[in-house]
């Protein structure tokens, strides 16, 4: 087969879902290039949105066939553009772009994630009492996320959010916030956090505090530690996580391999792949958690 | 005696050229290591990507030199950036002429890149408070304003023809890179050939040897924050235009910490007193072909900072001074 | 028109509430040259910078041509035509010499842009007339501690000042550039800018001045028409009592060589530098400004790398590469560079006294400082230079140049060296405090002192040496003993003109 | 003449004490806006809370004191932590003993730290480069180190007591902020009444004095960057014994900057040739309790930073000098 130049541009690794984001990107190269010689993978890595335009440049100055990223944000829309125009056959993840410059767009759905996640904590609490949630840094998806479980908290008239305060996707900024807010309300009943990462800087603070009215603590995304308490069921506190699967990152890679050839998944009788993909966002509890462990990611 | 100035004659030429020598060190390792990075797309590509830093690092030269810093460049383009693009569009409602909306937002842009420097001048100056602390203070307000502006989103204009002319070339130079030159240029000019420039630098040396020769410090340092603010602006208009769109939680993240390094790898030191405007140019170029080249060669994502640390450390090793 | 120029009434000056100066009435008559002395810390720097709006005045008035004036900051006082020479350096290191000239006026093209080229033509008209050799184009950063100070004047000559403030102008300068200036001035006279001359030479003085002031503890003593006053008596009015004999009686030194230098030879600066120095010998350098006196100096110091040459303490080969080894060896320097090398401003007199000698009190364990014992030998020094100075905890920033330079000396005898470079030691410093500082060396010198003595004061020299080696261009012309040392002699090894031969 | 003592008196603590003064407004303040801000654990909270970049900032204290500066601190905080840990989980394989494994990674961390700062300083006084540039370049080399080490993961002890000691309280006293008040005081007696201090200050007002005042200017600078890099090494440990974990993505992220402020804040001048220890505390405390108002008050996220910077700037405006 004709050799494949595939450019993969990510944001850099500054939050622990990110640092599995780029685990499974580079499980997924590693695992194709092990089954196709012909493929060459340049992954390129950012720290702003400038910089991942940058990057966006320099692969298409390499001649790539393919391109797959995961915006910083949709701002970046313009310069993936130039790479749609060209030619170069686009796959974009996660966040969006704000038109349509790609042959696929494969994601996870940010509303579901939190939707899910909201609506089981509000069924354990009986559809009554106080919650507090701790965000992430304010950017785009943590404004989806704060959004939905607001509107989703709203519909029952029995339940509260207290509180909304900006936790970084840090373990530490988390815990800090926590402590605070343990100051600050004398009688909370769960704790939404818009990851796990921090959702584990919160549960320390409450365990440090000696109280003893908080009954559920619900982060997301599945950090292997997280399931592996739901697994052994260690921590009563903790009973149930929502995907938002970082192996997506492997996944597209197959999607721009095959795509750039122009080929489908077996047995998929359309022509092309599809365009938008989106993966479902599950619940997941003791029954199913086996299934979501990953011990090897970081 | 004829020893001695020949001895002076080229002590002094090494130090001055010594950021050119850097550069050309840089160049010529890059160009052995990567076929790809001497092609002429790739360097217009780097001129273009670090052309947005560069023009702040331009205004931050000046401050540098009169013995300041501005930590709130990075904030304060995403901030001008949004207020740039809500006036495009407010303006493209009233106006029916999608040219002149789009002047009309460039132009509230460049007022208020001009009135927010004069704001960090104004508190420095007259307000007596450190810089590092005026700007610290103002890169997390103006931040916190633009996320503020558009729940943290980007914000994108609904013109067709804003996101045209920030990439259009002109002959064969991106019209950022012109920009930058021309900037340069005329910063150069200011700062060696011109009465301000000259305070300026007396200023950044020894502030109370300035105000004992009659120059009037305060406005000396508050028209550089005022330049910075209006390069800052300058270049948020670029950018924006290239992407047609400001995101407030990302645009111009750590263009600060950028800048500055930059304005200081190319020559200026960070006590002010002296500015090397096409110093802190190559300074910006040194920067864009080190991330170029992590690019070109494909080292792991960890590395590169590894590489790029070890890589302006040793830039500025080439060129630092004897004792 | 009226023929006074600058009238002050009652002006007052306090610094948090200390007084400095107390109802301070002066008028200064148009075309003259004004001489304003007084010991240090007496107020006349400080009533020169409320007269250039440095600093303004706790209550009282300033006249100027008849009308009541507030001078509110430099920019001001030079737009009513009053420029300062200020007593510590007043250049942008970073900037060169015609920069600095006409920094705060410079001249410009039609176009708004900086006529350079103009700027450097006046800059070497100007460095010519001041029979100096210096690039405009140099930076001052390259420039030694006299060249600066030529700078200095030059740029306070080039503006068109109606009223020109020298504050103590000539402390680095040699008797021949001090001619050169005292010309300048006849000249800037002739054409109408009066002139206040601030200067601890009394000498200097009465030779150029028309009429002199005299300052005492922030109080106008008395103004005197020249011819009517001796220097003795301006001594005596400044003190406020009588003073005895200037230099003391010259000690016999001791036949053991203490310290020598062979051969010191640093490229394009020194040339082949030795000289033997005796225990308790005072060993004077002198020569013109340039002459590269200092530059021994620092040499020895391990300043500056010396390509050829070995120095030897007692006999001993020693090698010096910092002056920490210096100071471990004995040798301490007194800078001529007050503020660039000697003090640091904002630390305290304590704190600068002690500075090298801190060793001596700290605990061995754990480099304690012992506070009580750096105040009691501090106080020792304030009591016996008469350092001006509220407490001993007072930043020295605060003082005055005179009792900043008391402090400086005081720093480099403290760790109570064997051998003593003292450059210019007695820059800006009184008369009486100035016979302190001689007593005070010669006592050291009998107890073993060798002392190197730089100085731009032929008197000095004369008065203090054993022996005298005169420089010109980096190299020893010649070394002069005993009865040999005279003023002419000096003058001609270190200009290699006789006297009358020739004028520059 | 009592009148100009009482006067002297007046003008001397009001420097001296402004930032205290500070403090002072910003605690009445906050305990007026909020009723749970006095509360003593909520006290204890903020203290423990600042007590991590407090330690830092002590450090940073003297490096900023003998002129310089350090931006790696954030990185080298991850590094030492990762390598602790990593050693941690090594000894627990080696020893049976698990409190002498711990006793090994904390003396491996803390000698970690003191090479890492001597690292900093050996390129400062030997390389002859500048502070900004060298800590910029080691502070992208050791984020991107520790990136390395766990993939940018998390690293997490498989000690069961290595948690415990970084959450203990020693009578009320939180054991981090316990370590911080002891830090302090020894290296206020540094600062304050050794030859180091003093060298120390005059290093950084003047360094030209000092090298002609017979101070190794290099030893003196060389020192202020091994103890930061100590320092750094303590927080290390104490953060990542209070997780017993570390996320090399995160930790430390940003500590730079606020230790920097916080030393600020507390009356240190950019400009070196003073320091205050205590200032530098009560800087922290400041930024701590800022933190701490806006959960408290429930300050919208994207408005936080306003909020955040005008307190700072206010702040630092309660106690500039006069002119
Ligand atoms: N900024 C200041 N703050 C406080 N005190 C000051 C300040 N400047 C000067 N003084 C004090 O004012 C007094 C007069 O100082 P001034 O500099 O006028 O003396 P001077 O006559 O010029 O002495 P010298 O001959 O030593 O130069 C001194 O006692 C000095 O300590
Ligand atoms: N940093 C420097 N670089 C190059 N040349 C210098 C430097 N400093 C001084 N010089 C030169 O060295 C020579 C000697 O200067 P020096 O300061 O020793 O004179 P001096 O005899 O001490 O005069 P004075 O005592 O009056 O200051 C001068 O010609 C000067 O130009
Ligand atoms: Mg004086
Ligand atoms: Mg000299």
Not at chain 1, 25 to 35: I, S
Not at chain 3, 24 to 52: P, Q
């Amino acid at each position: 087969e004709k050799p494949l130049k595939i450019g993969y541009s990510m944001p850099a690794a500054t939050a622990g879902y990110m640092a599995r984001a780029i685990y499974w990107a580079k499980k997924g190269m590693a695992d194709w290039q092990a089954k196709d010689k012909t493929i060459e993978f340049l992954y390129v890595n950012a720290e702003n949105v400038t910089k991942q335009a940058n990057d966006i440049e320099d692969l298409i100055t390499k001649g790539i066939d393919a391109l797959i990223v995961w915006p910083y944000d949709a701002s970046v829309t313009s310069v993936i553009e130039i790479a749609y125009k060209a030619g170069i056959y686009v796959v974009v993840m996660d966040r969006g772009t704000s038109k349509v410059v790609y042959d696929v767009y494969l994601s996870n759905d940010d509303e579901g994630y939190t939707r899910k996640g909201s609506e089981w904590l509000a069924k354990q609490l009986n559809y009554k009492g106080d919650i507090v949630l701790i965000e992430g840094i304010p950017c785009p998806i943590n404004t989806t996320r704060t959004e939905t479980i607001k509107a989703t908290i709203a519909q029952y008239p029995g339940m509260k959010i207290l509180d909304s305060q900006p936790g970084e996707w840090r373990k530490d900024k988390a815990l800090a916030i926590m402590e605070n807010y343990l100051q600050k309300y004398t009688k909370i009943d769960a704790v939404y956090t818009a990851d796990d990462d921090m959702m584990l800087g919160a549960l320390q603070a409450y365990k440090e505090s000696g109280r003893e009215d908080i009954k559920y603590f619900l982060g997301g995304a599945c950090d292997k530690n997280v399931i592996k308490m739901i697994m052994d069921g260690s921590e009563p506190l903790v009973q149930a996580n929502v995907t938002y699967p970082p192996d997506q990152c492997a996944t597209v890679v197959g999607v721009a391999v095959l795509g750039a050839r122009g080929k489908v998944y077996e047995g998929f009788y359309q022509k092309k792949l599809p365009t938008r993909i989106i993966l479902a966002a599950e619940l997941v509890t003791k029954e199913n958690a086996a299934a979501y462990y990953f011990p090897d990611e970081p | 005696m004829i020893k001695a100035v020949i001895a002076r004659v080229k002590k002094f030429q090494y130090e001055k050229y010594a950021v050119f020598i850097a550069l050309a060190v840089l160049f010529i390792i890059s160009a052995l290591l990567s076929p790809y990075f001497t092609r002429i797309q790739n360097l217009l590509n780097i001129l273009r990507q670090v052309s947005y830093v560069g023009i702040i690092a331009l205004g931050m030269t000046f401050v540098i030199t009169s013995g300041g810093i501005d930590l709130s460049v990075g904030s304060l383009m995403a901030f001008i950036g949004a207020v740039g693009i809500l006036t495009l569009n407010y303006l493209m409602g009233v106006f029916n002429n999608e040219y002149l909306a789009i002047s009309g937002a460039i132009l509230a842009a460049l007022i208020m890149g001009i009135l927010s420097g004069a704001l960090n001048g104004f508190l420095i100056t007259r307000g007596r408070i450190a810089p590092f602390i005026v700007t610290l203070g103002s890169m997390a307000i103006f931040r916190s304003l633009s996320l503020y502006m558009a729940s943290a989103g980007e914000i994108r204009s609904v013109s067709g023809h804003y996101g045209e002319f920030g990439m259009n070339s002109i002959w064969f130079l991106p019209v950022p890179v012109l920009v930058m030159l021309i900037i340069a240029a005329i910063l150069n000019t200011i700062l060696n050939s011109t009465r301000y420039g000259r305070h300026l630098c007396a200023v950044g040396s020894n502030p109370l040897v300035a105000l004992f020769s009659a120059i009037n410090v305060n406005r000396i340092k508050f028209l550089s924050y005022v330049l910075c603010g209006f390069t800052v602006s300058v270049s948020a208009v670029l950018l924006t235009s290239r992407f047609n769109a400001v995101s407030t939680s990302n645009t111009g993240m750590g263009f600060e910490l950028d800048a500055i390094t930059a304005v200081i790898i190319g020559g200026t030191p960070f006590t002010g007193g002296r500015g090397a405007i096409w110093g802190t140019i190559v300074g910006v170029i040194i920067l864009g072909i080190i991330n170029n080249m992590l690019n070109m060669l494909g080292i792991s994502p960890y590395l590169q900072g590894t590489v790029k640390g070890l890589v302006i450390i040793g830039a500025v090793y080439l060129q630092r001074q004897k004792s | 028109m009226n023929n006074i120029l600058l009238k002050t009434q009652d002006i007052n000056k306090e610094f948090s509430s200390v007084p400095v100066l107390k109802n301070i009435n002066i008028e200064i008559i148009r075309g003259e040259v004004l001489g304003i002395i007084g010991e240090n810390g007496a107020g006349k720097s400080v009533l020169m910078k409320i007269l250039s709006g440095i600093y303004t005045a706790t209550s009282g008035r300033v006249i100027f041509e008849e009308k009541p004036v507030i001078i509110k900051d430099p920019l001001n006082a030079k737009h009513l035509g009053i420029s300062l020479i200020p007593q510590e350096f007043n250049l942008i290191k970073e900037l060169t010499v015609y920069d600095n000239i006409f920094l705060g006026s410079e001249i410009r093209k039609k176009n708004g842009f900086l006529n350079k080229k103009l700027m450097m033509t006046h800059t070497n008209e100007l460095l010519r007339e001041l029979g100096v050799e210096i690039n405009p184009d140099e930076q001052i950063e390259n420039l030694s501690t006299a060249q600066k100070q030529m700078v200095e004047i030059c740029k306070a000559i080039s503006v068109d000042a109606k009223l020109l403030i020298m504050d103590e102008p000539t402390t680095v300068l040699t008797q021949y550039e001090i001619k050169i200036l005292f010309k300048l001035m006849q000249r800037l006279k002739k054409q109408g800018t009066t002139i206040i001359y601030i200067s601890h030479k009394l000498k200097e003085v009465k030779a150029i001045c028309d009429r002199v002031i005299v300052l005492r503890d922030g109080e106008l003593i008395c103004s005197e028409m020249i011819e009517n006053i001796s220097v003795l008596k301006m001594a005596q009015r400044m003190v406020g009592r009588e003073l005895s004999q200037v230099f003391p009686k010259k000690q016999q030194p001791e036949d053991e060589v203490v310290f020598e230098a062979k051969g010191l030879t640093v490229p394009g600066v020194i040339e082949n530098i030795s000289f033997q120095i005796r225990k308790g010998e005072i060993l004077g350098l002198a020569g013109l400004v340039g002459s590269g006196r200092s530059e021994v100096a620092e040499t020895i110091l391990g300043i500056r790398k010396h390509s050829v040459g070995k120095l030897y303490m007692h006999g001993k080969e020693i090698t010096i590469k910092t002056p920490k080894d210096a100071v471990r060896n004995g040798i301490s320097y007194l800078s001529e560079d007050r503020q660039g090398c000697g003090i640091l401003t904002n630390f305290t007199v304590i704190q600068n006294t002690t500075l090298v000698s801190l060793d001596a009190y700290c605990n061995y364990f754990f480099g304690y400082v012992n506070k009580k014992k750096e105040e009691e030998s501090t106080l020792k020094y304030k009591e016996r230079f008469d350092i001006k100075t509220e407490n001993l905890d007072t930043r020295l920033e605060y003082l005055s140049g005179g009792n900043q330079q008391k402090v400086s000396l005081a720093k480099s005898i403290d760790p109570g060296p064997i051998v003593l470079i003292a450059d210019e030691p007695t820059r800006g410093v009184d008369v009486s405090a100035k016979q302190e500082i001689y007593s005070l060396i010669n006592s050291l010198a009998k107890k073993g002192l060798s002392c190197i003595f730089i100085s731009s004061e032929q008197e000095e020299i004369i008065g203090m040496c054993h022996r005298v080696i005169v420089m010109k261009d980096g190299k020893i012309m010649n070394t002069l003993a005993d009865e040999k040392i005279k003023e002419e002699e000096i003058m001609f090894l270190a200009t290699g003109v006789r006297e009358g031969a020739k004028e520059v």
